[in-house]
C-alpha cells in the first residue's frame, strides 16, 4: 500500500477530523482514509453524454412541452410533367436583380 503526506493542513480543519474520528473511536488516519475512499467512490459512475446530463440535471424541475413550428417548402416540388423555370421560386426578387448572362 502507498502512503501520502499532506502538508498544509488548517489547523481548524484538523481540529474537524480529530473530533470527527473520536466520535467514531477511529484515529485520524483511519478516518481520513475512509473520508477519501467515500469520496472517491462516489465519483466511480458511468459517463454520459451531454444529452442525458442536461436531461437528468432539469428532470427534477419537470419537463417543457415547446410546440413544434410547421415547415413550408422552399420551393415548389419537381414534377416530371412541367418544365424548370429560369428563376429560382427562393428569393425570386434577388435572383433577378443579380443574375448575369446573356438576358440581362
Not at 484538523?14 to 473530533?19: E, G, I, N, S, T
Not at 478516518?31 to 442525458?52: F, H, M
Request: aromatic residues 4%; positive net charge.
Amino acid at each position: 500500500m502507498a502512503s501520502r503526506t499532506i502538508r498544509n493542513i488548517d489547523d481548524a480543519l484538523k481540529q474537524r477530523l480529530r473530533v470527527r474520528a473520536a466520535f467514531r473511536g477511529r484515529s485520524m488516519e483511519d478516518e481520513a482514509r475512509d473520508i477519501l475512499r467515500s469520496a472517491l467512490a462516489a465519483d466511480e459512475r458511468p459517463a454520459r453524454n451531454l444529452a442525458e446530463t442536461i436531461r437528468a440535471r432539469l428532470e427534477p424541475v419537470g419537463g417543457v412541452e415547446l410546440a413544434i413550428a410547421t415547415r413550408d417548402l422552399i420551393r415548389d416540388a419537381l414534377h416530371p410533367d412541367r418544365p424548370l423555370s429560369s428563376t429560382p421560386t427562393f428569393f425570386p426578387s434577388y435572383w433577378r436583380r443579380h443574375r448575369t448572362g446573356p438576358s440581362c
